[in-house]
């Protein structure tokens, strides 16, 4: 590859020098160029590894039925310590896997192995996604960085120092994606996310959210959560739909500016929580094009949207969110480009059931296409860090 380059440079540089000698002899004889004819020789600038990245997804897209496109939202749990059984729910076509407690071995090196075993193939990367904030929430045992608990207290440089740390560990171990900055606040003792927050006001969390995505920068994808904002409420939506009764203009002021600050320092994903703010849509905000809107034309969000574990939506009990494949169907329709499955339940007729609904035109094609288009894009950018070598 090098030497068919250098041969190509040669190639380059002798016709610039041929035509140079021809323009020097016609000098005289022919007028110079005007300033436009010689902007519009200048040679164009090649594609950068985003624009290739970008065509790669768009022509990969282009070769896989849609039950293939459908399968690739989808991020599960596989069981235990089995790695053969990682790899085979990987091979099934799906985006990746989440890891928690059960799936985290002794060792960082063990861990590692594991992880090393699973392979999409053909050029991509699955996903390997944990939730790692540090503190209350922590995943690898071997994991000793700062959390929010302790961090909150403390000046920023704490925080990217911690996520720094963490995150080269993650990296280390074949983790690929942490859904581990938290971007919620409150002020509230009694709020359950309160000990992982990293500041009790916007104020104050906003700058510590970009550092933690700074510090996790190049090593593992970011991802900020739980979108809108936990915050506005003291209720644990593992097992209820929190009521919000927080207007669009309470929620800029309050729990916008944490996600923005993260957006802005390159978090690469979002993740929606099961609540809901009343006055902006009734639904779960992971249920709702509203709020995915909102992230995308008012935030700005240009990245990949996950949804919080979706078995969560039928551990309230709530009759509305009773059926999982209905919860899928709306859940993709809403927006979200990656679906996340803790307990995964039968995943098959799941994404059967969200084919369906793309077949009875119940959700556009192009939802489907353009989340699969941003989770095709992340993961080939995965294989590309992981794979310096790799020739476009």
């Known amino acids: ?101 059960e799936n985290i071995p002794a060792t960082p090196e063990e861990l590692a192995a594991l992880t090393g075993g699973v392979s999409s193939g053909d050029g991509l990367s699955p996903l390997i996604a944990i939730d790692e904030e540090g503190g209350d929430v922590t995943r690898l045992p071997y994991d000793g960085f700062a959390g929010a608990d302790s961090l909150a207290a403390e000046p920023e440089s704490a925080t990217l120092d911690a996520f720094t740390g963490r995150s080269t560990l993650l990296g280390s171990v074949g983790v690929s994606v942490n859904f581990g900055v938290v971007a919620d606040v409150t002020a509230d003792p009694a709020s359950f996310i309160f000990s992982r927050t990293l500041g009790p006001d916007a104020a104050t969390a906003a700058p510590k959210v970009a550092a933690a995505v700074a510090g996790e920068k190049g090593r593992v994808f970011s991802t900020l959560k739980h979108f809108p904002g936990h915050g506005e409420s003291t209720d644990d939506s593992h097992t209820s739909v929190p009521q919000i009764d927080v207007d669009l203009g309470g929620w800029r002021a309050r729990d916008a500016p944490p996600f923005k600050a993260g957006i802005d320092g390159g978090a690469e994903l979002v993740m929606f929580g099961h609540l809901a703010y009343i006055p902006v849509d009734p639904q779960p905000a992971s249920l709702s094009s509203t709020w995915h809107s909102i992230l995308r034309d008012e935030l700005g969000f240009t990245g990949v949207t996950v949804t919080d574990d979706m078995g969560m939506l039928e551990a309230t009990g709530l009759p509305e969110y009773a059926n999982p494949d209905e919860n899928a169907i709306r859940a993709v329709a809403a927006g979200n480009d990656l679906l996340l499955y803790v307990t995964p339940g039968d995943i098959d007729a799941t994404i059967s059931a969200v084919v369906g609904a793309v077949e009875s035109g119940r959700i556009d094609s192009a939802v489907i296409d353009d989340a699969v288009t941003r989770d095709l894009e992340l993961r080939r950018t995965l294989w590309l860090r992981q794979h310096p070598d790799t020739a476009f």
Request: with cysteine.
């Open 1 to 101: 590859m090098r030497r068919r380059g250098a041969v190509a440079l040669a190639i380059v540089c002798l016709g610039l020098f041929l035509t140079s000698c021809a323009a020097s002899d016609a000098e005289q004889a022919t007028p110079s160029a005007s300033p436009t004819e010689t902007a519009e020789s200048t040679p164009t600038q090649p594609p950068s590894v985003e624009d290739l990245t970008a065509q790669y997804a768009a022509v990969r897209l282009d070769t896989m039925t849609l039950e293939q496109k459908v399968a690739s939202m989808f991020i599960v749990r596989a069981p235990g310590l089995d790695g053969a059984a990682w790899q085979a729910t990987v091979s099934r076509g799906l985006g990746g896997l989440i890891l928690m407690g």
